[in-house]
């Protein structure tokens, strides 16, 4: 008899109905996990299925399975630059990120430490330790010899990779100031792989202020307006949230705004329409006036 994982075990036993009928059926789900807030910004809660709508490739779905609040195992990755341009900023990058792993895993939830600057490494296997992914977090530190590239891109969807295979709940944080320069993938390309491993992205736009005083020069590098723009479009075409360290607001700040949206989302579920394989659009929208939803834009149809 093979053996079961806690892990496993924790996601058999998840009572929400979208969970179970994921067990009880062979056919194909697609899940979006929504963020609904209100004019001032604020998560809204206590909504229910029959507040929504969603469409596929413009046509009207059933909601088949809602949960209001998900019980899902989340995975976690946390995605550090590690190129020269953050030297100054690594500590805070590391006190925040431990608060935050001790504040938002739960039991039943896995993470891992990745970074990049030209290359792409993995600094702690996805596991459940937060031991582990503490000490995976004191050995942080920028490579001089490796820190003149950024590999933002081939990161991304290298850290999608590692979590396509895991069930429920799949999140990526990435601390970067959004420049590329070292990426054989295109943001496109991650973007893709996020999508195909149904993970969202939630970009925090971190970086010194000093070593940004002017544009940075060179062929295919983009300056830092370019680089929110990319962010910004990386974290609302995967469903994620954009966030910045900016003015009074400090990673601390932002860490714990994301940890309050990743435990209050709406999961809706429903069984896409036979036809084409590929790329569908997906839009999800809240009747009651004064309220944006937050999801991914899209899925890749089996």
Same mark, same amino acid.
């Given at each position: 008899?093979?053996?079961?994982?806690?892990?496993?075990?924790?996601?058999?036993?998840?009572?929400?109905?979208?969970?179970?009928?994921?067990?009880?059926?062979?056919?194909?789900?697609?899940?979006? /996990?929504?963020?609904?807030?209100?004019?001032?910004?604020?998560?809204?809660?206590?909504?229910?299925?029959?507040?929504?709508?969603?469409?596929?490739?413009?046509?009207?779905?059933?909601?088949?399975?809602?949960?209001?609040?998900? +019980?899902?195992?989340?995975?976690?990755?946390?995605? /550090?630059?590690?190129?020269?341009?953050?030297?100054?900023?690594?500590?805070?990058?590391?006190?925040?990120?431990?608060?935050?792993?001790?504040?938002?895993?739960? +039991?039943?939830?896995?993470?891992?430490?990745?970074?990049?600057?030209?290359?792409?490494?993995?600094?702690? =296997?996805?596991?459940?330790?937060?031991?582990?992914?503490?000490?995976?977090?004191?050995? %942080?530190?920028?490579?001089?010899?490796?820190?003149?590239?950024?590999?933002?891109? +081939?990161?991304?969807?290298?850290?999608?990779?590692?979590?396509?295979?895991?069930?429920?709940?799949?999140?990526?944080?990435?601390?970067?100031?959004?420049?590329?320069?070292?990426?054989?993938?295109?943001?496109?390309?991650?973007?893709?792989?996020?999508?195909?491993?149904?993970?969202?992205?939630?970009?925090?736009?971190?970086? +010194?202020?000093?070593?940004?005083?002017?544009?940075? =020069?060179?062929?295919?590098?983009?300056? %830092?307006?370019?680089?929110?723009?990319? %962010?910004?479009?990386?974290?609302?075409?995967?469903?994620?949230?954009?966030?910045?360290?900016?003015?009074?607001?400090?990673?601390?700040?932002?860490?714990?705004?994301?940890?309050?949206?990743?435990?209050?989302?709406?999961?809706?579920?429903?069984? =896409?329409?036979?036809?084409?394989?590929?790329?569908?659009?997906?839009?999800?929208?809240?009747?009651?006036?004064?309220?944006?939803?937050?999801?991914?834009?899209?899925?890749?149809?089996?």
């Amino acid at each position: 008899m093979t053996g079961i994982s806690r892990r496993e075990l924790l996601m058999l036993a998840a009572t929400t109905p979208l969970a179970r009928a994921q067990f009880r059926s062979s056919v194909q789900v697609v899940n979006v /996990f929504v963020t609904v807030r209100d004019k001032e910004g604020e998560l809204v809660r206590g909504l229910t299925q029959a507040d929504f709508e969603l469409t596929e490739d413009g046509r009207k779905q059933n909601i088949q399975y809602f949960a209001a609040e998900s +019980d899902l195992p989340l995975t976690l990755g946390l995605v /550090f630059d590690l190129s020269g341009s953050q030297r100054t900023v690594l500590e805070q990058q590391r006190r925040a990120s431990v608060t935050f792993l001790n504040q938002v895993l739960r +039991d039943g939830d896995s993470a891992f430490l990745m970074g990049f600057d030209q290359r792409v490494k993995v600094l702690e =296997p996805l596991g459940p330790s937060r031991i582990l992914l503490r000490q995976g977090l004191a050995d %942080l530190e920028i490579q001089e010899s490796q820190s003149r590239g950024t590999a933002l891109f +081939d990161a991304i969807a290298q850290a999608a990779d590692l979590v396509k295979a895991e069930p429920g709940r799949k999140a990526l944080i990435v601390l970067s100031d959004g420049i590329d320069t070292a990426s054989s993938s295109r943001a496109e390309d991650a973007i893709a792989a996020a999508q195909r491993a149904d993970t969202l992205v939630y970009p925090i736009r971190f970086f +010194d202020q000093k070593v940004f005083a002017f544009d940075v =020069p060179g062929p295919g590098t983009e300056n %830092l307006r370019q680089g929110k723009r990319v %962010l910004q479009k990386i974290a609302k075409e995967t469903g994620g949230g954009f966030y910045e360290v900016a003015g009074a607001r400090t990673l601390a700040d932002n860490f714990a705004h994301l940890e309050q949206e990743l435990r209050n989302q709406y999961s809706l579920g429903f069984s =896409p329409r036979e036809g084409r394989p590929g790329y569908r659009k997906v839009r999800v929208t809240v009747k009651s006036k004064g309220l944006r939803t937050q999801a991914r834009d899209g899925y890749f149809a089996q």
